[in-house]
């Protein structure tokens, strides 16, 4: 029935299609209220639930103790009704999961993206692993709802493309993801940024009972952002994924790879992190990555990482420093967007230290706002928010108003 909330549709199927969303964002939830917020009569929410019973779509889940009379149904959405895929595509990995309807990941594949392969070979690397996930938990294919492709990177919605580095072999000029899973599965496929993917994941699975406003801020590689503003996800048809990575935070500093000086990316990102660990090894600062026998050139960021879990003092002074330019860049996205939630996530977020020292330099930078109550908080999906999300825009797409970019241009059926 799921799919059957998609396209025209007559009023029952819209009646069970809103019906269906209250309980998966509500629930678990009671016939009364329900109709409270449907604005149904009571008899005809009563039988459009039952419906819903009988599809196997939702259920009773029993969660409530009544002292007298009869036990009050509360009602939850059917987890294993349907089946999500969520996949990331990174210049670095690829990740794959199973999740069910709760977001609950149910299976992982995690390998390496090689670009010394064909990229068919990647492609068919891809639709194994999803097969071989589906087979392993008994998924038929007209349980699978679809597969949401997230990526790092330039994409073309319009007709499933992700576009990687011009210094890659014209193989590697583009992918095209979506023909080839749709050609494979038979099924809706969508492709999206990583960092929006990343904010849906976390709004979806965490924070979207408490509040319609968050960001997802990703530091790693390169620095990225995804917002929900009004409970829905804000895109662009341009590729601008990175553009909080470009924000100036010093207007005299240093140079970024964009040709800008000054962006928060060429201060408070891995390779910034890493670059400037060497800078100051050279300049003979002490650190235990001298105790490595590499050349300090060839220090890479999960040598940086691994000090900074041992306390290395010079690791730890550049985070921390990198850590306060991001927190300078996350206030201005306060002051701008005024949020209720601000998440910070990825390689470098995760660390302790830096989030510590980003919230510290928020605080001391918005205390003048006396009533301001945004809430700093570490990322809950680690590594996987992006095929989290991924897999949330699929079932979002069956569930919610689509705009123009969030439609699939190639679905079979």
């Given at each position: 029935?799921?799919q ?16 269906y969303?209250l309980?998966?964002k509500?629930?678990?939830i009671?016939?009364?209220e ?9 008899s ?7 419906e819903l019973?009988?599809?196997g779509?939702i ?10 009379g009869?036990?009050p149904?509360?009602?939850?959405i059917?987890p294993d009704s349907?089946y999500?895929?969520g996949?990331e ?5 690829i990740?794959i ?17 090689d670009?010394n392969?064909?990229?068919?070979d ?7 692993s999803?097969?071989?996930i589906?087979l ?5 294919q007209?349980h ?6 997230g ?7 319009e007709?499933?493309?992700?576009h990687?580095?011009?210094?890659l072999?014209?193989d ?11 050609k494979r599965?038979s ?7 990583g ?6 994941g ?9 509040t319609?406003n968050l ?6 590689i390169?620095?990225?952002?995804g917002?929900?503003l009004q409970?829905?996800v ?9 553009s909080?990575?470009h924000?100036t935070?010093?207007?005299h500093g240093r140079?970024c790879a ?6 928060l990316?060429?201060?408070s990102?891995?390779?910034a ?5 060497i800078r100051?090894?050279?300049?003979g600062?002490?650190?235990s990555l001298?105790?490595i ?7 890479q960021f999960?040598?940086?990482?691994d ?6 003092p010079l ?5 921390r ?8 860049g ?7 967007l005024?949020?209720d ?5 990825g ?10 020292m ?5 605080q001391?930078?918005t205390k003048q706002?006396?009533n301001l109550q ?5 990322a ?16 979002d ?6 705009t123009?970019?969030t439609?699939?241009?190639h679905?079979?059926?």
């Open positions: 029935m799921l059957e909330f998609v396209g025209l549709m007559s009023p029952k199927t819209k009646s069970l299609k809103a019906l969303s309980v998966r509500h629930g678990p009671r016939i009364n329900l109709v409270e917020l449907s604005g149904y009569k009571h005809t929410c009563s039988r459009l639930v039952e019973v009988l599809a779509l259920y009773d889940s029993g969660s409530a103790e009544s002292k007298v009869r036990k149904a509360f009602y939850v059917t349907h999500l895929v996949v595509i990174s210049s670095l990995f990740v999961l199973l999740l069910d309807l709760n977001l609950q990941v149910l299976d992982e594949v995690k390998f390496k993206l670009f392969s064909l990229p068919q990647t492609l068919n690397l891809i639709g194994d999803i097969e071989d589906l392993r938990h008994h998924v038929d007209k699978l709802l679809g597969i949401g492709v990526a790092i990177g330039s994409i073309e919605r007709n499933g493309t992700i990687f580095k011009d210094d072999s014209n590697w000029n583009q992918l095209d993801i979506i023909k080839s899973l749709e599965f099924t809706v496929v969508l492709l999206d940024h960092a929006n993917l990343a904010a849906l976390e709004y979806r699975s965490n924070y979207w009972r408490e319609e960001v997802y801020t990703s530091s790693g390169g620095i990225r952002s917002i929900i409970g829905q804000v895109g662009s048809k341009l590729d601008m994924d990175d909080f990575g924000i935070v010093d207007v140079k964009c040709g800008a000086y000054g962006c990316e060429a201060y990102s891995l390779p992190v890493r670059d400037e660990v100051q090894i050279k300049r600062k002490s650190s001298l105790d026998p590499l050349q300090a050139d060839d220090i999960h040598h940086i990482l000090a900074l879990k041992q306390g290395d690791c730890s002074e550049v985070v420093d990198a850590a306060y330019y991001y927190g300078i996350i206030t201005n996205l306060i002051q701008l005024r949020p939630i601000v998440i910070i996530g390689g470098l977020g995760g660390n302790i230290d830096f989030y510590e980003t919230l510290k330099t928020v001391e930078r706002y006396k945004v809430k700093i908080i570490r809950t999906t680690g590594y996987n928010a992006v095929a989290v999300g991924g897999g949330c825009m699929i079932f797409y069956f569930l919610e108003e689509k123009a970019h439609e699939p241009k679905v079979l059926t």
